[in-house]
């Protein structure tokens, strides 16, 4: 991919990230994304989107797809994201995303959309079954990014890939039409332990929605004794912990345990292994669950409340599409521009 240095880039500070509407979400998406979504609107103008053009790559029951976009947004917003400060949306209600989608597929080139891992992830044996939407989502995704052009895009860790091939989307765009610095080079947040969360049934797989094991993930819409139990039964190994995170990363299972307590607690791993050292998970375990019930009950609880009436949801998504748009429309307009397009409005 392109390696020339970043055109610079004078624009304010922007974050702005996006969850699917495809399914119940889990703590990989909480601890990966939406913590770090709750702490970054104190820091800048913020847009969090509901991703239902996203989620519509693979089949979705159209009967439930509102549903399920809302529940998103009641997770964000059990979280702690602050309406007033961020706009809430869904994708599917800015057009400006889709049109700067295919100005995108003219400006992406099919080798750089060959390298993408989740494509082939996701199509498995089968990719010439997949929808064409699923071979170009990360395109959309670059659209959904520097239609606001955001400059900080917090995630987990597998969307690293996406994110370089939206910085050079963005730089390839901006050389292509003589626009120096015109899209911002956007920077990933990707840190801390809650980058990569594991599966609680396999330290080698990602925790995931489309995993057949529920007892695999905890959900955000879990009870409490479900999520004590889903602890409980985590595979672990029978050694008590170690002293050093580099003998502890030899145990994956072991490893994506400590790394969900510091997430939870707010604190580096090596502080939560130093005070587990020499402990087995008959210790171990519990006070994890403890600690995981008291996070995210209250989370449940409140989207369980916010889902019973949407009128309340839907006050804050009509309020996020307007600021949205507010900022989409002309960035898409100028974008138009720099193509040559012929202006309507002129
Ligand atoms: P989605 O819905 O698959 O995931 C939403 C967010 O959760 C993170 N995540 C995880 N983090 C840590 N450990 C895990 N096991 C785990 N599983 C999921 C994802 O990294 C993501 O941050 N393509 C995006 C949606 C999107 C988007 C965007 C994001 C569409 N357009 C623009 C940012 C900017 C995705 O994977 O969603």
């Given amino acids: 991919m392109t390696e020339t240095a970043p055109a610079p880039y004078a624009g304010p500070k922007r974050i702005l990230s996006g969850v699917q509407t495809s399914g119940s979400l889990h703590l990989g998406n909480y601890l990966g994304a939406i913590v770090k979504f709750v702490r970054l609107q104190e820091e800048a103008e913020c847009f969090y989107f509901l991703a239902d053009l996203h989620a519509i790559t693979v089949w979705?029951?159209?009967?439930?797809?509102?549903?399920?976009?809302?529940?998103?947004?009641?997770?964000?917003?059990a979280s702690g994201v602050n309406p007033n400060k961020a706009a809430i949306f869904p994708q599917s209600a800015v057009p400006e995303h889709a049109e700067l989608a295919w100005i995108f597929n003219c400006v992406a080139r099919l080798g750089w959309l060959d390298r993408m891992t989740q494509f082939k992830e996701k199509s498995g044996q089968h990719k010439e079954r997949s929808s064409v939407g699923l071979y170009t989502y990360p395109v959309l995704q670059a659209a959904d990014i520097l239609v606001y052009k955001a400059t900080h895009v917090p995630v987990g860790e597998d969307q690293k890939q996406?994110?370089?091939?939206?910085?050079?989307?963005?730089?390839?765009?901006?050389?292509?039409?003589?626009?120096?610095?015109?899209?911002?080079?956007?920077?990933?947040?990707?840190?801390g332990p809650g980058a990569r969360i594991m599966s609680l049934r396999d330290g080698a797989a990602k925790m995931s929605k489309s995993d057949p094991s529920d007892n695999s993930r905890i959900n955000l819409l879990d009870e409490a004794d479900a999520i004590a139990q889903k602890i409980r039964k985590a595979k672990t190994d029978p050694e008590p912990l170690p002293e050093t995170l580099d003998e502890l990363k030899l145990r994956p299972e072991a490893d994506n345990l400590v790394g969900i307590y510091a997430a939870l607690a707010g604190r580096p791993k090596a502080e939560v292994l130093a005070q587990f050292t020499g402990q087995g998970f008959g210790a171990f375990k519990p006070a994890l669950a403890e600690l995981a019930v008291e996070r995210m009950r209250p989370i449940g609880d409140e989207m369980r409340r916010l889902m019973a009436d949407p009128t309340e949801i839907d006050k804050v998504l009509k309020a996020g599409v307007e600021k949205a748009r507010a900022v989409a429309g002309p960035v898409v307009a100028e974008t138009k521009t720099l193509v040559g397009f012929w202006d309507a409005k002129a």
């Fill in 162 to 191: 996406h994110l370089e091939l939206t910085r050079d989307i963005a730089q390839k765009f901006n050389n292509d039409f003589g626009a120096p610095g015109f899209f911002p080079i956007t920077e990933p947040v990707i840190e």
């Fill in 60 to 77: 979705q029951d159209p009967a439930k797809l509102a549903g399920q976009m809302r529940e998103v947004a009641a997770a964000f917003i």
